[in-house]
């Protein structure tokens, strides 16, 4: 069988992790099924390199593509700082409404990671991908439209609010953390988890990021009745499969760190789900392991959890992994559940081996230096 997968290189060290890291995920499946099953590749721009090409960074043609698609993987794309356009990546969860970003963190043994137990760590992240501070909403401090919206808020809702403020406004919907909530829930009883834990700032974002725990708590009450517990039923002796917890988002920062066993499953804010998943990435070894995918109900575009590492461009130094392993995570979800094994049992390989690119070599000791494409042939090879 063959799949269409569209990848966009991305930006900064983008081009590189793509170069090294597509033809792993070819010599797996190649390995795995000879021939019978084959990943073809075409090319979308978005980027730099589309803004070079088309003059668009978001070319009509890429979400014209995008449209008839169901599997993409696209390397990090950069966003200016306070200035500058918005975010292509947040413009592509909108408007493809990839609603669900899940960012699983697993440990391979062999890396020095920061903490001392590091294979406690087993979680999976669903962060909320559309709403939240990132739906940009938002406008400059003294421009006629924040002095607008703030005397309105001022002056018609009794806000303590200045003229001379920002604003950035932050919506959430029942709708939006609902179908969030629901596919970690799922997620949770398909593959046998002990618990989804609801991580919020909801002490004082009570309308919003409370919202979204009442929310939660809601929806595993309404339908999930059966096989969902809080933890106050678990302490009482309940015996259903799946516990049902909520943390608040800075007292989980310090729980997960402490006692990483009690979590598995994470559902999120759009914010919160972005810090969380850098810490936990760093708690493993780092970003350069750290893979992921945003979801719709019919699209999976599939990206690392990092950005475009800029220190690293240019020097075949940045690990291809995150990316490899988000096609990894791919190849899961089509069910060519052999080509994946084999990837996995590759990296740990190299890690185990000590032929690594810098970022790993940093955290293993006696281990060698490789380049990001390196790396990468040596993950065929170890196939
Ligand atoms: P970043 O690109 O994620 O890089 C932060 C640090 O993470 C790097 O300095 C490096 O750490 C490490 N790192 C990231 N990827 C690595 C890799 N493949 N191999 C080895 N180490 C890696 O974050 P940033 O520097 O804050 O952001 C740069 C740009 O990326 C910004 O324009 C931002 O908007 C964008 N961004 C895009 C996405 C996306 O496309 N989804 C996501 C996040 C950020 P050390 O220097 O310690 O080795």
């Known amino acids: 069988m063959e799949r269409v997968v569209y990848y966009i290189e991305g930006d ?11 033809p792993v995920l070819d010599a797996a499946v190649a390995k795995a099924y000879g021939g ?3 990943l073809v590749w075409k090319e979308i721009l978005a980027g730099e390199k589309a803004f070079k090409e088309t003059g668009e960074h978001l070319p009509k043609a890429t979400l014209e593509t995008l449209k008839g698609a169901d599997l993409a993987i696209k390397g990090p794309l950069g966003t200016p700082v306070g200035k500058g356009f918005r975010s292509l990546n ?3 969860r909108q408007i493809f409404d990839l609603y669900a970003c899940i960012r699983p963190i697993k440990y391979f043994p062999g890396i020095e990671s920061p903490v001392k137990r590091p294979e406690l760590v087993d979680m999976i992240i669903f962060r909320e991908n559309t709403e939240d501070v990132y739906a940009g909403i938002e406008w400059a401090a003294g421009t006629p439209e924040a002095r607008k919206l703030a005397a309105f808020l001022r002056d018609e809702l009794g806000a303590n609010i200045s003229l001379d403020a920002g604003i950035g406004i932050k919506p959430m919907t029942e709708k939006g953390c609902k179908r969030l909530i629901d596919r970690a829930i799922k997620h949770a009883l398909a593959q046998q988890k002990s618990s989804v834990t ?3 700032k909801g002490n004082i974002m009570k309308y919003t990021e409370g919202a979204f725990r009442a929310w939660g708590y809601d929806l595993a009450k309404e339908k999930y009745a059966d096989s969902l517990m809080t933890e106050a039923e678990s302490l009482d002796g309940g015996t259903k499969p ?3 917890k909520d943390r608040i988002a800075d007292a989980m920062f310090q729980a997960v760190l402490r006692r990483p066993t009690e979590f598995s499953v994470i559902a999120t804010t759009n914010l919160n789900g972005d810090y969380l998943s850098d810490a936990l990435a760093a708690q493993v070894g780092g970003l350069g392991l750290a893979p992921g995918v945003n979801k719709s109900d019919t699209l999976a575009l599939y990206e690392p959890t990092h950005g475009t590492a800029p220190s690293y461009v240019g020097k075949d130094t940045a690990n291809p992994g995150s990316l490899i ?3 990894t995570m791919m190849l899961e979800d089509i069910g060519w559940h052999e080509a994946a094994a084999l990837i996995h049992g590759s990296v740990a390989k190299a890690i185990a081996a000590k032929r690594v690119t810098p970022d790993l070599a940093r955290q293993i000791t ?3 230096e490789v380049g990001c494409q390196e790396f990468g042939e040596i993950l065929s090879a170890n196939l």
Do not use: Q
């Open 90 to 92: 947040v413009a592509l």
């Open 366 to 368: 006696g281990s060698t």
């Open 242 to 244: 799946v516990v049902i």
């Open 12 to 22: 900064g060290i983008g081009p590189e992790i793509t170069k090294a890291g597509l």
């Open 36 to 38: 019978a099953h084959k």
């Open 325 to 327: 392993l988000s096609g």
């Open 198 to 200: 609801l991580v919020h």
